[in-house]
């Protein structure tokens, strides 16, 4: 949730969606510094592919799970964005908050 953030930046991968992509993505939104009242952006890692594809990357569902991730019914991690998960609305909201951006990863 951007609440209280004055910018969003999306940090995605190859559309192969790759375990080093999301690695990525996961990493620099990681490595950036938190925003909200010191007013840097949010940081959004999003998987660029369906959450119910998630389920086919064999190698990146045993990396999840072996790091401690949740998973869901679609059998995809519950805490990572993917690129269904984000309709117009979310990324209105993003913008509106002060901008949306973009990190290819």
């Known amino acids: ?14 559309d192969a969606g790759d375990l080093d992509s999301l690695a990525a993505s996961i990493a620099i939104a990681d490595w950036q510094p938190v925003g909200g009242c010191g007013g840097r952006p949010l940081w959004v890692p999003i998987a660029p592919f ?7 990357r064999q ?12 998973f869901d019914g679609a059998g995809a991690p519950e805490a990572l964005l993917h690129l269904d998960d984000v309709d117009a609305a979310t990324a209105r909201r993003w913008s509106d908050a002060g901008g949306l951006g973009l990190a290819l990863v």
Do not use: Y
Request: some cysteine; proline content about 6%; overall charge negative.
């Open 1 to 14: 949730d951007p609440d209280g953030f004055q910018a969003a930046i999306v940090g995605i991968g190859n």
């Open 50 to 56: 369906p959450r119910s594809d998630f389920r086919l």
């Open 59 to 70: 190698d990146a569902c045993l990396l999840f799970n072996h790091i401690g991730f949740s």
